[in-house]
């Protein structure tokens, strides 16, 4: 059950005590949610096919043009969630190279088509482990130091991981200078979107891609700027207290 709101809004503000937001940029990174994938998408989903994979580890051709975040714990440093962008490398025919232009319905890509090329990308493979929550209820007590309160905290926390993977595709956007999104995505992520003040705009009817998705997109700035006015305290976490904007082009290390 989601905290009130108070204390969700305190938890909040110490997000970063508990999880680490970075992009994965070092090959054992990129291994490391490859493999966190083959544990959502072919073990617990079902979405893939486990034999396919060799060595515990989901990819596909749109790795080569994506760029990947990873959420941790940032005790134990274990992965908890990845998601990917992926952005075409040809402007002319830039939405055939997606993984959604295999089965959007025409209606969709009439509509995608009209947003800009060069700046869209696709959001994909959002994945969150369902160990994730037995990992953070496990609080290392390594040096018997561990305040009575950050049990607690982690517990608080535990509905809004997914916070973390969004900052990390709003920071690979600003670095890439990508405006646009659009996705694939499970109407029951859409809500939770929503919950969060994130509200995309849905091209054409629902299609049955491994079970029913919505095809939609959004334009990044007017994303968040409903974001901050809708939910201030989710928008504080994605822009790191509106660090991450769209108006930032130079990125520094957080």
């Not at 646009?180 to 049955?208: I, M, N, Q, T, Y």
Request: proline share 6%; aromatic share 8%; glycine share 6%.
């Amino acid at each position: 059950m989601p905290s009130p709101p108070n204390a969700r809004a305190e938890a909040l503000r110490r997000f970063d005590e508990v999880f680490k937001e970075a992009t994965a940029s070092e090959p054992h990174e990129i291994t490391e949610a490859f493999r966190l994938r083959y544990q959502v998408y072919c073990l617990e989903r079902g979405f893939e096919e486990a034999e396919a994979f060799a060595g515990g580890m989901e990819r596909d051709q749109y790795d080569d043009d994506a760029f990947h975040t990873l959420l941790t714990d940032r005790k134990s440093g274990h992965a908890l969630g990845t998601v990917r962008l992926i952005k075409p490398e040809a402007a002319s025919d830039w939405l055939s190279e997606l993984p959604l232009a295999a089965y959007a319905p025409p209606e969709s890509v009439e509509e995608l088509l009209r947003l800009p090329a060069g700046a869209t990308a696709e959001v994909s493979r959002f994945a969150i482990a369902r160990s994730a929550r037995k990992l953070l209820r496990l609080v290392p007590r390594q040096d018997g130091t561990e305040l009575e309160e950050q049990p607690r905290l982690r517990e608080r926390l535990l509905p809004y991981m997914s916070l973390g993977l969004i900052r990390g595709l709003v920071r690979l956007s600003i670095e890439q200078g990508i405006t646009h999104w659009c996705l694939a995505a499970e109407p029951s992520l859409l809500r939770r979107l929503r919950g969060f003040g994130l509200h995309f705009k849905d091209a054409g009817p629902l299609v049955d891609h491994r079970g029913l998705r919505q095809v939609c997109y959004a334009e990044l700035k007017s994303l968040l700027e409903r974001a901050e006015k809708e939910r201030p305290e989710f928008w504080s976490v994605i822009t790191q207290g509106g660090f991450l904007t769209p108006a930032n082009r130079v990125m520094k290390a957080a």
